[in-house]
């Protein structure tokens, strides 16, 4: 029998606002977060959140301030989502609810910011310096739990852009193993110069918007997000599900997919097949679709070998910009928003599909009944991971 996990709640923050609301409108209207000229980075485009939507860390915790942390609390607090956290809490008790979370970065921000006060200078930083609860990775797992007042297993995984979406697998292997009753997922990143400039220096960044499987696509936009879901074990009536998971690790290259898509191809067919439904019961992929050449091409691939060309396929990168470690998480809610209203989300900015891409690509937002919806999600390294999410039967 195919176990499945309910999305008991979700709550998220991205550069198209804060929740439910403020997310499908931006997604209807067709208006996108990335902008140019951000302080950072005044020549990328970039996905920023809004200051005005950030959340102050509750008291008590101040040595846990860092804008990773914040954006991490707005997305709690979005959407009613903690308030279904202290549901769980009272059906369960706060020992039994685990913490599993996914970023890339944690609050590096904040230390960039005193290693560049103390430039020249051969002073250590301020003993002070709380890098212990702000910029170490599992950092922001002590962090949710702590805001969540959660006493039950928790860790933090950093797998680059497979981070978050791996965290639904290791929530469901928690369940199983009867070692929580609920388990609070996600993944949180913030805009930081490690990643856009990094990433800029790996030359895979876009001139200007993104354009994921356009014919004229030349790279990823990075973003920042906070994204949460809440899983328990079983159905419920009226809340959509995970039904599947897959995970490989093909170690192809550092930053270059396998060509012919070999890990993300055994992570479809192993989300498919833990799910227990065929290819052809798929009714949308939110892809992965990072506007890299490379990358959209391979996925692709995926996609078509594992799924088929008829499936309709949309990438929300072009709206949100790719959130990194956040992105799994972020996506995941999305689809679950997708599987809720009714819609297959499109892929904005991409107006001439590339005549190489064999996948069915929407440029354009439909509506339309949806049963099973798969989200992917492919890292650095080849660690990649698909989810299925859908009704349950």
């Given at each position: 029998m195919t176990r499945s996990y309910r999305v008991a709640g979700h709550g998220l923050v991205t550069a198209l606002g804060a929740g439910r609301e403020a997310t499908l409108a931006a997604l209807l209207g067709c208006r996108g977060g990335l902008a140019a000229g951000d302080r950072l980075a005044p020549e990328m485009y970039v996905g920023r959140v809004a200051p005005e939507l950030e959340q102050p860390v509750p008291e008590g915790l101040g040595n846990c301030?860092?804008?990773?942390?914040?954006?991490?609390?707005?997305?709690?607090?979005?959407?009613?989502?903690?308030?279904?956290?202290?549901?769980?809490?009272?059906?369960?008790?706060?020992?039994?609810?685990?913490v599993f979370v996914g970023t890339s970065t944690s609050g590096i921000r904040?230390?960039?910011?005193?290693?560049?006060?103390?430039?020249?200078?051969?002073?250590?930083?301020?003993?002070?310096?709380?890098?212990?609860?702000?910029?170490r990775i599992s950092a922001l797992a002590d962090y949710v739990a702590q805001s969540l007042g959660l006493t039950g297993t928790r860790a933090a995984t950093g797998t680059a852009c497979s981070s978050s979406a791996k965290v639904f697998a290791q929530a469901a292997r928690a369940l199983d193993a009867d070692l929580?009753?609920?388990?609070?997922?996600?993944?949180?990143?913030?805009?930081?110069?490690?990643?856009?400039?990094?990433?800029?220096?790996?030359?895979?960044?876009?001139?200007?918007?993104?354009?994921?499987?356009?014919?004229?696509?030349?790279?990823?936009?990075?973003?920042?997000?906070?994204?949460?879901?809440?899983?328990?074990?079983?159905?419920?009536?009226?809340?959509?599900?995970?039904?599947?998971?897959?995970?490989?690790?093909?170690?192809?290259?550092?930053?270059?997919?396998h060509p012919e898509?070999?890990?993300?191809?055994?992570?479809?067919?192993?989300?498919?097949?833990?799910?227990?439904?065929?290819?052809?019961?798929?009714?949308?992929?939110?892809?992965?679709?990072?506007?890299?050449?490379?990358?959209?091409?391979?996925?692709?691939?995926?996609?078509?070998?594992?799924?088929?060309?008829?499936?309709?396929?949309?990438?929300?990168?072009?709206?949100t910009g790719h959130t990194l470690g956040a992105a799994g998480a972020v996506e995941s809610v999305l689809s679950v928003l997708a599987l809720e209203e009714g819609l297959a989300f499109g892929t904005l900015h991409t107006q001439r599909v590339d005549p190489e891409v064999q996948s069915r690509i929407l440029t354009d937002t439909e509506a339309r009944p949806l049963r099973h919806v798969v989200s992917n999600s492919f890292g650095f390294g080849g660690n990649n991971c698909a989810l299925v999410f859908g009704w349950d039967a």
């Amino acid at each position: 029998m195919t176990r499945s996990y309910r999305v008991a709640g979700h709550g998220l923050v991205t550069a198209l606002g804060a929740g439910r609301e403020a997310t499908l409108a931006a997604l209807l209207g067709c208006r996108g977060g990335l902008a140019a000229g951000d302080r950072l980075a005044p020549e990328m485009y970039v996905g920023r959140v809004a200051p005005e939507l950030e959340q102050p860390v509750p008291e008590g915790l101040g040595n846990c301030d860092c804008r990773n942390h914040r954006l991490a609390e707005a997305a709690l607090r979005t959407d009613g989502f903690a308030q279904r956290v202290e549901a769980a809490v009272r059906r369960y008790g706060a020992d039994r609810i685990a913490v599993f979370v996914g970023t890339s970065t944690s609050g590096i921000r904040e230390t960039e910011q005193a290693y560049a006060a103390r430039a020249g200078s051969n002073e250590a930083l301020p003993a002070d310096f709380p890098i212990r609860t702000t910029h170490r990775i599992s950092a922001l797992a002590d962090y949710v739990a702590q805001s969540l007042g959660l006493t039950g297993t928790r860790a933090a995984t950093g797998t680059a852009c497979s981070s978050s979406a791996k965290v639904f697998a290791q929530a469901a292997r928690a369940l199983d193993a009867d070692l929580c009753d609920a388990v609070v997922v996600g993944g949180v990143d913030t805009l930081c110069m490690t990643t856009l400039h990094g990433f800029r220096s790996l030359e895979l960044t876009a001139a200007a918007h993104c354009r994921p499987f356009d014919a004229d696509r030349d790279g990823m936009a990075i973003g920042e997000a906070a994204a949460f879901a809440l899983l328990e074990r079983g159905s419920h009536s009226g809340d959509a599900a995970l039904l599947g998971y897959g995970e490989s690790s093909d170690a192809h290259h550092m930053s270059t997919p396998h060509p012919e898509a070999r890990g993300a191809r055994l992570a479809l067919r192993r989300a498919l097949t833990q799910a227990g439904i065929a290819p052809r019961s798929v009714d949308y992929v939110n892809a992965h679709g990072t506007a890299t050449r490379l990358n959209d091409r391979a996925e692709d691939l995926a996609i078509a070998g594992e799924i088929g060309t008829d499936v309709p396929v949309g990438a929300t990168k072009g709206w949100t910009g790719h959130t990194l470690g956040a992105a799994g998480a972020v996506e995941s809610v999305l689809s679950v928003l997708a599987l809720e209203e009714g819609l297959a989300f499109g892929t904005l900015h991409t107006q001439r599909v590339d005549p190489e891409v064999q996948s069915r690509i929407l440029t354009d937002t439909e509506a339309r009944p949806l049963r099973h919806v798969v989200s992917n999600s492919f890292g650095f390294g080849g660690n990649n991971c698909a989810l299925v999410f859908g009704w349950d039967a």
